[in-house]
Structures are given as structure tokens and as C-alpha cells.
């Protein structure tokens, strides 16, 4: 009889901790689920948006156009700012600043910045670490 309790105890722990183990799985999805992998930042030029990777920190300037004949979709930065387990949706934020054309791309896990500038004219677009 006491070797069935033990059994049934043993049985009833194995039971709680899988069950516990899945309930963190589902919260973590859940979770990773609510941030957004891409945000779209406006500039004030009508026409083009700064698309982020709140995840890994990539960038890509986005235009639209009424007609057709200028939209496009430029990498800003290829550069992953975060690998690996770093990887987490929501990690990056951008900031715009008073100047139209430059935003401030920040980590929000270990506060390190970047200067963030997009321009229609490719050899203007940087992206730069700020030390």
C-alpha cells in the first residue's frame, strides 16, 4: 500500500511539473506573440516610413506612391544589432528628433543608440553607433 502512495505521489509531481513546463512554453509564446516583429515609424515626408526589426534592430526605408512609379523598399541596415538568444521582439525602439531626416535607434536591453538617417538619395542614407 505505501509503495502505491509513493507511486501515486511521484505520479501526481510528474504530472504538475509537465503540465507547469507547458503553461511557461504557452506564456513565453504568448508573450513573443504581443510584441511586434515590424514597426512602420512615420518621417514627415509624406511619402516614406522607417520600417524596423524590433528585434534585431535591421531597418528599411519604405515609400508609397499614388501612382505606382516610386515605391520602393530600401535597406536602410542589414546589420543584426542582436543574435541568437538576444533576439527579442520589442528589443529595439526609434525616436524621432527634431530633424526630419535622422531618428535615434535604441536597444532597450543594454541602452546602446545609433543615429538612424534616411534620405531619398542612397549615399545619404547612415546608420551610425553614437559611443
Not at 119 to 126: A, L, Q, V, W
Request: glycine fraction near 4%; charge should be negative.
Amino acid at each position: 500500500m505505501k509503495k502505491i502512495l509513493v507511486a501515486i505521489v511521484a505520479l501526481c509531481a510528474f504530472v504538475a511539473c509537465v503540465n507547469e513546463q507547458a503553461h511557461t512554453q504557452i506564456q513565453k509564446e504568448k508573450l513573443s506573440l504581443q510584441e511586434d516583429v515590424y514597426k512602420l515609424y512615420p518621417t514627415d515626408n509624406r511619402w516614406n516610413f522607417i520600417k524596423l526589426n524590433t528585434a534585431d534592430g535591421r531597418l528599411w526605408q519604405v515609400q508609397y506612391d499614388i501612382n505606382g512609379e516610386d515605391r520602393f523598399e530600401s535597406a536602410l541596415n542589414l546589420l543584426t544589432r542582436a543574435k541568437g538568444e538576444e533576439v527579442v521582439n520589442g528589443r529595439f525602439e526609434l525616436y524621432p528628433t527634431q530633424n526630419m531626416y535622422n531618428f535615434i535607434l535604441l536597444d532597450q536591453i543594454d541602452g546602446r543608440v545609433w543615429q538612424v538617417q534616411w534620405s531619398i538619395e542612397h549615399e545619404n542614407r547612415m546608420v551610425l553607433e553614437i559611443k
